[in-house]
């Protein structure tokens, strides 16, 4: 009689655990969608460049970026976190912020120095991957007001930004291909580094606020429209900066 109960009870067990498995293979549907088009947006951005389209990619990365902040942002406010969502937004964000950043300015001015033009770019893919292998290692220990190194969307945004800038005001990529290089290489090693970054993600967004706050936004808005290449692009320099000048 005993054994028989026994039996029932691992029987029970076993049935519970199929339950809770079955349950575990779905996945939240928004937050991937959001991080499935920042992918996207990230893949294109590689293809475009490759069509000599290096406007359009950058504006590509930049979209990505605006994704990348949404996903993570919806899965916290409704409650939609997960493990896979977690690893399917760092692989995401390898693509978008680390293959594609690095691929695009290969293809707009790296190109022309040949070996140490490529050796550059790899430089920044191998940054962006152990910063979010770094990052991933730390979730739940590190202190949530700061970045450790730049984040890969920050560095990211300084290429796309510069691109989109250069793109726009039709400067020969040729002539700034050894600047681009130094540029590139010390964005790879910002996000290795120890520099401490704002991450903004101390700020209640559902907190009420003044509605001069509500106007306020709508004057950066207006002011990032007059000339959205250069003012995103000044904004990415500065906040690249501002990480060895806060932890000086």
């Keep these: 009689m005993v054994y028989f109960l026994y039996l029932i009870h691992i029987l029970t067990v076993m049935k519970n655990l199929n339950k809770e498995t079955v349950k575990r293979k779905g996945i939240y549907l ?11 947006s990230g893949f294109y951005a590689v293809v475009a460049s490759m069509n000599a389209k290096f406007e359009v990619a950058a504006i590509a990365v930049l979209i990505a970026m605006v994704f990348d902040g949404l996903d993570g942002h919806i899965a916290r406010m409704t409650n939609t976190e997960s493990q896979f969502g977690a690893e399917y937004d760092s692989m995401a964000d390898m693509v978008s912020f680390g293959v594609a950043p690095a691929l695009i300015v290969y293809n707009w001015a790296l190109v022309e120095l040949g070996k140490f033009g490529w050796l550059a770019a790899f430089i920044y893919c191998a940054g962006a991957a152990l910063r979010l292998a770094r990052f991933n290692t730390q979730v739940g220990i590190a202190d949530k007001r700061y970045f450790q190194g730049l984040a890969s969307p920050a560095a990211a945004a300084v290429i796309a930004g ?13 002539k700034v291909s050894w600047l681009t290089a130094l540029i590139t290489i010390l964005l790879g090693l910002l996000m290795v580094s120890n520099f401490r970054y704002l991450s903004f993600k101390d700020i209640d967004w559902r907190s009420r606020v003044n509605f001069l706050a ?29 990480g060895p000048l806060i932890t000086i």
């Design 30 to 40: 928004l937050p991937n969608l959001l991080t499935t088009a920042g992918l996207f």
């Design 214 to 242: 509500i106007l306020a936004f709508v004057g950066v808005l207006v002011f990032v429209s007059i000339e959205p290449a250069l003012i995103l692009c000044l904004l990415s320099f500065i906040y690249a900066l501002s």
């Design 162 to 174: 510069s691109i989109w800038l250069g793109s726009q005001n039709n400067i020969d990529a040729s």
